[in-house]
């Protein structure tokens, strides 16, 4: 029994990772860049932000393969 109970919490952590990286990250950075976009407007031409709004598909592949 306690084989099992193993094997049910790695599945269960697994389930929880994938669900976090396939749609918390999208939605935090989506979220961050989105209110920049919003309310920042006058600040997106400069850096940093010139390069977190340029490659937000980048920033979120990274931190998918990060977590």
Do not use: R
């Amino acid at each position: 029994m306690d084989l099992i109970s193993k094997i049910g919490q790695i599945l269960l952590i697994l389930g929880i990772i994938y669900l976090w990286n396939k749609y918390i990250v999208k939605l935090i950075i989506g979220k961050v860049i989105g209110f920049h976009k919003k309310n920042n407007k006058q600040n997106l031409n400069k850096q940093p932000m010139k390069f977190f709004v340029k490659n937000e598909l980048n920033i979120i592949n990274i931190s998918i393969i990060f977590y």
